[in-house]
C-alpha cells in the first residue's frame, strides 16, 4: 500500500532556532500534501495545503513566514519551522494524498517537535 | 463550513463489550466519510471509509455505514480488544475537489483486560 515516511519522528531544538520536517511519499507521487498540527489530547488542525511546484495554500491564523512550505517534487514535501518558540511545541504530521487510490489519503507518523 | 462532530471521550470498555462511536457531519454536497485510528506517539492510519450514501466501511472487525438521511457515520465493533485502545477520529473529504480532510475531535478509547 501507499507509504509515507516523515522524518524526523521527535527533534528539540532551541528557541529562535528554525527546524525542518521531511514528508516523502514511498512508492506513489503526491502532488497534494498536507500538513496538520496537533495539540495534546485535540483534533488536527490543517495547517496548510502543499502543491507540487506552486505556492502553498495556509488556512486562515497560520502563519506563512513561520511555517514555510515546500513541494519541490513529487515525492517531497517539506516543512520548515522558524524562528521556533515553545508555543510552536507540537505534533506535525503530513498527509499525501494517492491519486492511484480512490480518496485515499496516508498519513507520515508525525514529528514530535520540542522548543526549548 | 464542513464539519464533524465526534460524541465525546474518553470512552473506557471492557474486553468483548460492543462499542459505538457516534459521528454526525455538516456538509455541503456529498462529501466521503472516513474513520482514522492514531495509537500513542504515532501518525493516523486510515481504518474504513464510505464514498457514498447506504455504503458500509468495514475492517478488522469495524463497520460504519453512510446514512445520508442522518448525516451520520457511527463507528461500531460487536467484540473490542485490548488492542484497540487509540483515539479514533471521523473525517470527511472536502466535496469540493480541495482533497482537504475535515476531522472531529477524536475520542479516546481505553479497553481494559
Known amino acids: 500500500g501507499a507509504v509515507v515516511s516523515q522524518h524526523p519522528s521527535w527533534v528539540i531544538c532551541k528557541s529562535g532556532t528554525s527546524v525542518k520536517i521531511e514528508c516523502r511519499s514511498l512508492?506513489?507521487?503526491?502532488?497534494?500534501m498536507f500538513w496538520y498540527r496537533q495539540f495534546p489530547k485535540q483534533s488536527l488542525m490543517l495547517m496548510a495545503t502543499s502543491n507540487e511546484g506552486s505556492k502553498a495554500t495556509y488556512e486562515q491564523g497560520v502563519e506563512k513566514d513561520k511555517f514555510l512550505i515546500n513541494h519541490a517534487s513529487l515525492t517531497l514535501s517539506t516543512l520548515t519551522v522558524t524562528s521556533a518558540h515553545p508555543e510552536d511545541s507540537s505534533f506535525y504530521i503530513c498527509s499525501a494524498a494517492d491519486r492511484g487510490s480512490n480518496y485515499g489519503y496516508t498519513f507520515g507518523s508525525g514529528t514530535r517537535l520540542t522548543v526549548v | 463550513g464542513d464539519s464533524v462532530t465526534q460524541m465525546e471521550g474518553p470512552v473506557t470498555l471492557s474486553e468483548e463489550a460492543c462499542l459505538t462511536i457516534?459521528?454526525?457531519?455538516?456538509?455541503?454536497?456529498?462529501?466521503?466519510l472516513f474513520w482514522y485510528v492514531q495509537y500513542p506517539g504515532e501518525g493516523l492510519q486510515l481504518l474504513l471509509k464510505a464514498t457514498k450514501a447506504d455504503d458500509k466501511g468495514s475492517n478488522k472487525g469495524f463497520e460504519a455505514t453512510y446514512r445520508k438521511e442522518t448525516t451520520s457515520f457511527h463507528l461500531e465493533k460487536g467484540s473490542v480488544q485490548v488492542s484497540d485502545s487509540a483515539v479514533y477520529f471521523c473525517a470527511l473529504s472536502d466535496p469540493g475537489g480541495a482533497q482537504k480532510l475535515v476531522f472531529g475531535q477524536g475520542t479516546r478509547l481505553t479497553i481494559n483486560p
Open positions: 457516534n459521528c454526525t457531519y455538516t456538509a455541503t454536497g456529498y462529501p466521503s
Open positions: 512508492d506513489f507521487q503526491a502532488t497534494t
